[in-house]
């Protein structure tokens, strides 16, 4: 396994760049998924080499259901990360989560209903699982650079992802409420599914911008709310990955998701389709070196 880092930034609304990289270049990583939102900056920081790649593309000109997540992950991948801390805007479910509070994820609902969710399918066949669907080292990591950033954060959120591009109604969020979510968003699924088989550890700093709409007494919420808080939350989202990148031990430890594949596969190695498997590249490409 490497025993260095490349850790990939996953910028979401609020965070479309990064600042202070040495030899900072923007670069254009082509996959056999199509095309990633956008050209992938490569840079390093210190001892971490690093991949950014704003999810929405320069200007946010993709909406969440368009999203070519597996694309995204596959050039992230084939750009050589070992690792994913992504970046995201949320709405809370929960009056104790206001905006600009920061909150790392630990679970997921999976509302999601018009997006490939794999990168297998018929021919090759995994499933992998997502009983812990981040990783609770970077998970970690991620809280402390919050708070070395000066930042309010909470762990151990469920988030439910939501198909958008509409806002919940108010039924909808008073049910996830119910449900036990703590925090909203339109871009975690499927992106934390395939990092997951793309042998990736993944972690989640979702940035509150909105109290959604449960809270009856309120005004339901408007883009232009959101996008004022953004903006606000964007500063202390860059200080934290500094903190991030500063925090990372000089050497990585492999971690158990880096081999996941190996209890995932079922299909027999006979019966696999060559043409799925030249797409699995950079996916599967420990298993397929292996």
């Not at 996959?31 to 946010?60: E, K, M, N, Y």
């Not at 793309?198 to 709409?213: H, K, N, Q, R, W």
Request: charged share 20%; aromatic share 6%.
């Amino acid at each position: 396994m490497n025993p260095e880092w490349t850790i990939g930034i996953i910028g979401g609304s609020g965070l479309y760049t990064i600042d202070g990289l040495a030899d900072a270049e923007w670069r254009t990583i082509d996959t056999p998924w199509g095309a990633p939102s956008d050209q992938i900056l490569f840079g390093r920081v210190g001892h971490v080499a690093l991949r950014f790649l704003p999810r929405h593309g320069r200007g946010h000109v993709i909406p969440p259901s368009e999203l070519n997540a597996r694309a995204n992950i596959d050039a992230l991948k084939r750009s050589g990360c070992t690792d994913i801390l992504a970046i995201s805007s949320i709405g809370s479910l929960r009056e104790e989560l206001p905006p600009g509070h920061f909150v790392v994820v630990d679970q997921f609902i999976d509302r999601t209903v018009a997006r490939v969710s794999s990168f297998f399918g018929t021919g090759l066949v995994a499933h992998v699982s997502m009983a812990e669907p981040v990783c609770s080292r970077l998970s970690a990591l991620a809280a402390g650079a919050v708070r070395a950033a000066g930042g309010a954060v909470s762990t151990g959120a469920t988030y439910v992802a939501m198909e958008g591009p509409q806002f919940s109604s108010r039924a909808e969020s008073l049910l996830y409420r119910q449900w036990g979510a703590d925090v909203i968003g339109m871009t975690a699924m499927p992106e934390a599914k395939l990092a997951r088989e793309a042998e990736l550890p993944y972690a989640l700093i979702g940035m509150v911008t909105d109290y959604d709409c449960w809270r009856e007494s309120e005004a339901h919420v408007e883009v232009s709310e959101v996008i004022a808080q953004m903006h606000a939350n964007g500063d202390l989202a860059r200080r934290s990955v500094a903190a991030f990148l500063a925090a990372l031990p000089t050497t990585r430890e492999p971690s158990p998701i880096d081999c996941v594949l190996d209890a995932a596969l079922i299909t027999d190695p006979a019966k696999r389709d060559p043409a799925l498997l030249a797409k699995l590249d950079a996916v599967m490409a420990r298993v397929l070196a292996a």
